[in-house]
């Protein structure tokens, strides 16, 4: 028997100029999920079942970029992704491209557990939701006025991002090719390989 | 991005992820949160979540790699965790959060601070954002 133990993140790259009561904000709820793992884990409960509770919580909660209050697209649409994994066993489940499933990591769970694969994507994964029952939502119960604004930012640097940063626009000159859109500041070509 | 890892009373580590990816990524583009061995992974070693530039975390396949460098460097959580988060990412930015069999919890990062939230059962936890 080992002591049992718990992490939880709600993504990297935070703006240096987030206010104290946003800050604030995402410190209660990163211990309250802390404290929702604590309780199950005391009840013995799994772990591959804490981290899908876990996960939950935190997609239903609009603070941050997952389920509702998910980054969008270019298109000013949500397309979520998630997966999990069980390390006894190795078993594993994910999807992506989901448009209307309420908690993503749950259907990343029912792909390893009720079906022959390890990943499914876009309308496959959308079908296999409504095989499964599992709960779903309009694609505008995921978009918030926040983000929102954050792509009106994004677009208007012609930028892409994983983060806060806006960069300053004026383009690089790399590759031999003039690369107007940037990734986090940085010229796509620097992805251009991959 | 959100993520949890975890490690049982009986040693058994899980890891999940979650994303609505980057904004105003390309329609149809899949980040690194779905992909297992680089978003999300977990084995009998270890349990690991990762988050950030999504293209660095896949070619960097981040979250195995900390399995891959306790299984074959030996290293402890903490030191895996930190080697490959400093010579794995090339210029990428990221940050992940990892439990082991052992009952530890580890996490680190190389960009400007990552929500995280941590707790072992002797009463150990710890939530923060910046260094």
């Not at chain 2, 899949?30 to 990762?50: F, K, N, R």
């Not at chain 2, 530039?53 to 299984?71: F, K, Q």
Request: with cysteine; charged share 20%; hydrophobic share 40%.
């Amino acid at each position: 028997m080992v002591g049992w133990a718990i992490a939880v993140h709600g993504g990297a790259g935070v703006d240096p100029n987030l206010p104290p009561q946003r800050q604030e904000q995402a410190k209660q709820l990163l211990t309250h999920c802390l404290n929702i793992g604590i309780t199950a884990l005391r009840s013995n409960v799994s772990a591959v079942d804490v981290v899908e509770l876990v996960v939950r919580e935190l997609e239903t909660n609009p603070l941050f970029n997952s389920g509702r209050g998910s980054a969008l697209t270019a298109k000013g649409t949500v397309e979520m992704e998630a997966s999990i994994m069980d390390g006894t066993k190795r078993r594993c489940g994910a999807v992506s491209g989901l448009t209307t499933v309420k908690n993503p990591v749950s259907l990343a769970r029912l792909v390893m557990d009720k079906s022959p694969h390890s990943y499914l994507a876009f309308s496959g994964a959308e079908e296999f939701a409504r095989q499964q029952g599992v709960e779903v939502e309009e694609n505008e119960y995921f978009i918030t006025p926040d983000n929102v604004g954050m792509l009106k930012l994004a677009k208007e640097a012609n930028t892409i991002l994983f983060d806060y940063r806006i960069p300053t626009t004026g383009y690089e000159k790399c590759a031999g090719a003039e690369s107007p859109l940037q990734m986090n500041g940085l010229p796509i070509s620097v992805y251009a390989p991959e | 991005t959100v993520g949890c890892a975890v490690v049982d009373s009986e040693g058994r580590c899980a890891a999940a992820t979650s994303t609505g990816g980057l904004m105003n990524k390309m329609s149809g583009r899949i980040g690194d949160s779905p992909l297992i061995g680089a978003g999300t992974y977990a084995c009998e070693v270890c349990g690991v979540s990762c988050t950030g530039e999504g293209e660095a975390i896949i070619r960097a396949t981040l979250a195995r790699e900390v399995a891959a460098v306790m299984e074959y460097k030996g290293l402890g959580l903490q030191d895996a965790v930190d080697y490959v988060i400093k010579h794995r990412l090339d210029e990428g930015q990221a940050g992940l959060i990892a439990v082991s069999n052992k009952g530890e919890v580890a996490y680190g990062f190389n960009c400007n601070g990552m929500f995280r939230g941590c707790a072992t059962q002797d009463g150990f936890m710890e939530v923060g954002i910046w260094e």
